[in-house]
Structure formats: structure tokens, C-alpha cells
């Protein structure tokens, strides 16, 4: 009722102010005149505005994920995903989004989005302490702070999500838009998988015949034309060291206090051990002059297999005890 009154009063000054202006003999239909009028008329319009601004608010368009699409791969999330077309047609059978791709493009992206927020939380259940009741902005943020997503990746995966946010609102049909859901989505799906613990078995059998390649496997063999051998070794050893922290500290959530002390003493020994291996190694004397340059590349080799070895077996282990519950 109110807002009714406001939108009387409104109209009712403009138009009286109108016919004044148009008293006066000299005046003619200038700009003020159009000015009043319309001014008149805005309140009467506002349906019409109203629900022009809910169309356009969620209209996806494809620039809209192309951009979002490029950011993800800039942010190098794809950059270690080498996803066989035989087998990724077998693998997206179960997504919904697939089928829906050709039939209902809104649909499609919504259903991605819930495959997309399904896949970020069975990741905070791996890595993060007391991973439930969270937004799913925190659980990216955490899941950066404790390194299982660069921030440049959280900050695109962010992105890519407040896209898919729109498709619910509705959206234009656009062939190219089925396309690429069919080929970026489970691309998405599949790089965030990839940094899941599966098993190995190391610890227990393989849910699978084929054998588990982990992400910085993959990403070392995608890296071997671009590193020089030695550069690639270096820098994925290191990625090894940070999985194995990240491990660690899921592990802290799903042990008992006896085994924890039992960890940390078994983890601190193997800290030891390699690092005096290390030195041993690098201390023999001439043994880059007796072993030369491939020499060197074979131990550091070696020391780089036995590191993911540990961490591939911390990780089985992360994996076993992920719903176990600490007895107290």
C-alpha cells in the first residue's frame, strides 16, 4: 500500500508540473517536458524492469565459462590431467551432467556444480581437521591454507563456481555450450580427483587392476620435455615432501594419541635416516668425477622414488582410516 502511494505521488507531481509548463503559452515540447513525463510513467514500469533484472541476472553465457575454463587452466590445475578418450567416455557414464549436456544446458551446469562441490569436500575429508559444516568458500580457502590447492586455483575454482551459480537463474540454448561441458567438466572433475589418496597396494589390495598413477607422477611425465632432468627431479621431490606434510597432518584427525606418538617417532626415524643417506652419498669422495653427470641424475633418481614410496604409503594409509572414528 505504501509503496502504491509512493508511486501516485510520483506520477501525480510529474504530470502536474507537466501541464503547468504547457500553461504557459511560449512553452513548447522541449526536453524538460519529456523529462517529467517519463518520469511519470518509470513507477508504473517497475514489473517490467523487475523482471528483466531476474532474466539477466542469471544468464550464463558462453564467454562466461570459456573465461572461467581458462582461468582453471591457467591456474595450472589441468596442467598435470592427461585424460585417455577411451577411458574418460567409460568414466562419465555415472555423471549426470553428460547426458544432460545436449538436452538441458542449465540443468547440466547445475549438476556439474553439485559433481564439482561433491568432489571439494571428499578432498576436505582427506585433508583438513573437522572438514564438515563448512561454506564451501571456507572449504576452498582451508583447502589452501593447508597446501592440497594453490591459491591461484582456489581463486578460479571460486570463480568457475560463481558462474555456475548463474545457470540456475536460467540461460540461452548454445551448441558450443553443450560442447564444452562434454569436454572441460570432467577434465575439472578428473584434476581434482587425481589429488585424492586411492590405494596402491601398500597397504591393502587395489580396488582396481590398473595401476594408480598419482598426481606428481603424472605431473613428472608431463614435465620431461619442459625441465631439464635434474630441474624436474628437484622440483618434484619437493612436491613429494609437501604431500607427505599434508598427509600428516590429515592423519593427526584419524589416529589415537598411542599411535600418533608411534607416527611421529616412525616419521622423524625416516627423516633421518634419508637425510643421512643423502649425505653419505654426496660426500663419497670424487663421486661425480667417477660417476659423471648420469650418475649424478641416477641418484637423485633414486632418492626422489624412495621419498613418493614413503609418502605413497602414508598416503594407503590416510586412505584405510579416512571415516574411522578415534575411539575415547
Known amino acids: 500500500m505504501k509503496k502504491l502511494l509512493i508511486k501516485i505521488l510520483i506520477s501525480f507531481v510529474a504530470l502536474t508540473l507537466s501541464i503547468i509548463h504547457l500553461i504557459y503559452p511560449n512553452l513548447k515540447l522541449d526536453t524538460i517536458f519529456i523529462c517529467l513525463l517519463v518520469i511519470s510513467i518509470i513507477p508504473w514500469f517497475e514489473i517490467l524492469f523487475k523482471s528483466v533484472e531476474i532474466n539477466g541476472i542469471g544468464k550464463v553465457e558462453f ?30 557414464i555415472n555423471y549426470d551432467f553428460i547426458e544432460l549436456a545436449l538436452q538441458n544446458q542449465a540443468l ?21 581437521k573437522e572438514p564438515n559444516n563448512r561454506s564451501l568458500t571456507n572449504l576452498l580457502k582451508d583447502l589452501s591454507n593447508t597446501g592440497v590447492l594453490s591459491s591461484q586455483e582456489v581463486n578460479s575454482l571460486m570463480d568457475m563456481i560463481s558462474t555456475l551459480n548463474k545457470a540456475a537463474h536460467g540461460m540461452d540454448y548454445d551448441p558450443r555450450i553443450a560442447e564444452w561441458i562434454l569436454e572441460v567438466c570432467p577434465k575439472i572433475l578428473e584434476s581434482l580427483t587425481a589429488k585424492l589418496n586411492q590405494p596402491t597396494g601398500r597397504m591393502a589390495l587395489s580396488e582396481t587392476s590398473e595401476p594408480f598413477k598419482h598426481w606428481i607422477d603424472i605431473s613428472y611425465e608431463s614435465n620431461l620435455n619442459k625441465l631439464s632432468d635434474i630441474e624436474n627431479i628437484i622440483y618434484h621431490q619437493t612436491l613429494w615432501e609437501q604431500e607427505k606434510c599434508k598427509i600428516l597432518c590429515a592423519l593427526e584427525t584419524r589416529l589415537d594419541q598411542s599411535i600418533l606418538s ?25 663421486i661425480d668425477i667417477q660417476t659423471g653427470s ?17 609418502v605413497l604409503w602414508l598416503s594407503e594409509i590416510s586412505n584405510i582410516y579416512q571415516d574411522y572414528q578415534i575411539p575415547y
Open 294 to 310: 648420469a650418475g649424478r641424475l641416477v641418484r637423485a633418481m633414486y632418492f626422489m622414488d624412495k621419498k613418493r614410496e614413503y
Open 108 to 128: 547440466a551446469l547445475v549438476s556439474f556444480r553439485i559433481e564439482l562441490e561433491k568432489t571439494l569436500k571428499k578432498l576436505a575429508n582427506q585433508f583438513l
Open 262 to 286: 608411534q607416527l611421529h617417532a616412525l616419521n622423524e626415524g625416516w627423516n633421518n635416516q634419508f637425510t643421512i643417506e643423502q649425505k653419505f652419498a654426496s660426500n663419497l669422495p670424487e
Open 63 to 92: 564467454r562466461d565459462l570459456t573465461k572461467a575454463s581458462d582461468e582453471i587452466s591457467d591456474s595450472g590445475l589441468l596442467a598435470n590431467i592427461e585424460i585417455n578418450t577411451q577411458t574418460n567416455n567409460d568414466s562419465n
